[in-house]
């Protein structure tokens, strides 16, 4: 597969110089990442937690976001959801951080980190193949009622396989990106939206939204780095069934030198599939009309029908932010390593086209 170098054996991520060891892609997390090793500034690494969680029975995503961006820190929760096409979100930032937020230096690492702030609250904890999430936006009004809060439990096979990824810009090689995604996490738990005033005038009642077994699931985006200024990227994902076998994808492009790797893939029963590399086509002046997905080897080809745009603006001169992260659902087709296709209608799911100058 033209420019795909697969790593195989564990490494440390960087040289003592600051550049990458090895660039490429992996099934699992084969780089060691030390923060220390990092030859920038603490303003100019990037760390960030991201998970989604799917609810099938309720048809929605709950979004939380935990990021160090050296000069700040982003902390958000939304809420997607799908049968009524509405978003939900609140965010707070919090300056100067310099990496004090104490993100692992490992995807797996056992232990805790959180956030605790007036608006909201979010606390992520491994230990051992769980990862628990609990989350709180007294302020977030959704389905009638106001004020989110929730507690869940992501179930991490030990061997489930994963997307890794180390690349470098081409301008600046001590500039790298490192990331790990993982999708088709069975999920379980309980969010509560409320309480609110019930139609009679009665006791105050809460909307309860369920994830379990088999129609709960979720992914996970970890990153660390040392970025360059401005970059624009195209990510996607989405993660649930085909006939009972959990399915999922991760793909994406647009910054730094991919020449070495792509991070597309496709998921099938915990094991994972390297795909070509797939471009996205949309209109940008309506994120809500169709996209189209595909390979430039035919390993993969979909549709992503949009139904609601999670969309924010920022531009603070020194640092800014236009972000589209439209929800909708998947209708294509993926091919496994071993030539046979899956193909997946109504996948839910999401794919974002986002510009930063941070």
């Known amino acids: ?74 902390f958000a929760l939304a809420f997607i959801d799908l049968a009524r096409g509405e978003v939900a979100q609140v965010d707070s930032i919090v300056p100067l951080t310099m990496h004090r937020t104490g993100f692992a230096e490992e995807c797996d690492a056992e232990g805790s980190i959180g956030y605790s702030g007036r608006k909201l609250t979010l606390e992520f904890l491994r230990h051992g193949s769980v990862r628990r999430l609990r989350f709180r936006a007294p302020s977030l009004a959704a389905r009638g009622g106001v004020g989110l809060e929730g507690e869940v439990e992501i179930a991490q096979a030990p061997d489930m396989d994963r997307m890794a990824i180390a690349t470098s810009w081409a301008e600046n090689r001590r500039a790298f990106y490192y990331n790990q995604k993982l999708c088709c996490m069975p999920v379980t738990g309980t969010v509560r939206i409320g309480p609110r005033s019930s139609p009679a005038g009665g006791a105050s009642v809460g909307t309860v939204l369920n994830f379990a077994p088999g129609s709960g699931w979720a992914g996970l985006d970890w990153g660390r780095g040392r970025w360059t200024r401005e970059n624009r990227w195209y990510w996607s994902s989405a993660s649930g069934t085909v006939a009972g076998t959990p399915f999922g994808f991760n793909l994406g492009y647009g910054f730094s030198d991919r020449d070495s790797a792509s991070e597309d893939m496709a998921f099938f029963a915990g094991r994972a599939h390297k795909l070509g590399r797939v471009s996205f086509n949309f209109d940008v002046s309506d994120y809500l009309a169709p996209w189209r997905m595909t390979s430039d080897d035919g390993s993969f080809e979909a549709e992503f029908h949009p139904v609601v745009d999670r969309t924010s603006k920022t531009d603070l001169k020194l640092v800014v932010s236009d972000q589209h992260q439209v929800f909708g659902r998947f209708h294509g087709r993926a091919r496994l390593e071993d030539g046979s296709f899956v193909e997946f209608q109504d996948l839910p799911g999401f794919a974002e086209d986002v510009y930063n100058k941070w």
């Open 1 to 74: 597969m033209r420019g795909q170098t697969e790593i195989t054996e564990d490494v440390e991520l960087l040289n003592p110089d600051g550049t990458l060891t090895q660039e490429g892609w992996a099934r699992s997390p084969r780089w060691r990442y030390r923060r220390a090793a990092v030859r920038a500034p603490l303003w100019r690494i990037k760390e960030w937690d991201y998970y989604y969680l799917r609810s099938d029975e309720d048809d929605c995503f709950v979004c939380l976001t935990m990021s160090d961006l050296g000069y700040a820190g982003l």
